[in-house]
């Protein structure tokens, strides 16, 4: 299976901040990979598709970008309602999750 | 509406069995793939395999391939996840997950002597 390392684990940030996250996969994945958010207690919520493509709904403040085997996630001027643990998922062979990462508030 | 509406939630012994359900409802059952999810206490996401619902066959994530068996009941438009020879470290939430990107509500597995 290939192998997800997202980091960081954690991110503390405050209101109006941007944050990045990334993955690395074990291989190329050919820009299979997809970002989710979790709440406490709620199924996890697909943000984005194929690297970057926003899926609807989705705020414009949340992006993605990347090749090969390094990707990222970014949230441009975070709010409140942005508080949530993010995963990462490579879905170019089977599926791998990402360790996630737990954004709190500063 | 479309949705995946899972069995409750379960208390078990280690080295039992269990089967939980998904059943899936506001769209064509084989149109998708069925995945399933596992999430420990406190843990992240862990991609357990799926199921073409198609044809039945099912694909297990390594960590997944021994003691856990997906099936369906078609007609009924419901998939199965069983875990046997229970372990402590098989205490979790089990989603599924179909389609663009439909879930269940989690079932609360939890095994303890």
């Known amino acids: 299976d290939i192998q997800m390392t997202q980091s960081p684990p954690s991110l503390s940030a405050s209101l109006g901040d941007k944050v990045t996250i990334t993955c690395q996969a074990s291989?190329?994945?050919?820009?299979?990979i997809a970002w989710y958010q979790q709440k406490p207690g709620k199924a996890p919520r697909l943000l984005i598709r194929y690297t970057s493509t926003l899926e609807s709904g989705t705020p414009s403040r949340f992006s993605g970008s990347g090749s090969g085997r390094d990707y990222s996630f970014s949230i441009s001027n975070v709010e409140s309602e942005d508080i949530a643990s993010y995963y990462c998922l490579q879905y170019d062979n089977l599926r791998t999750f990402g360790g996630g990462t737990k954004l709190e508030l500063k | 509406q479309i949705q995946l509406v899972q069995s409750g939630p379960e208390l078990k012994k280690p080295g039992e069995s269990l089967k939980i359900s998904c059943k899936a409802s506001?769209?064509?059952?084989?149109?998708?793939?069925m995945q399933w999810v596992k999430q420990a206490p406190g843990k992240g996401l862990q991609y357990m395999g799926w199921i073409n619902t198609q044809t039945g066959k099912p694909t297990y994530a390594d960590d997944f391939k021994e003691r856990f068996v997906f099936s369906l009941e078609t007609s009924a438009s419901t998939a199965y996840l069983q875990i046997n020879n229970l372990k402590n470290e098989d205490t979790a939430t089990y989603f599924c997950?179909?389609?663009?990107?439909?879930w269940g509500q989690g079932v609360m597995v939890t095994v303890s002597s």
């Open positions: 997950r179909s389609g663009p990107d439909y």
């Open positions: 506001g769209y064509t059952f084989t149109d998708y793939a």
């Open positions: 291989q190329n994945i050919n820009k299979y």
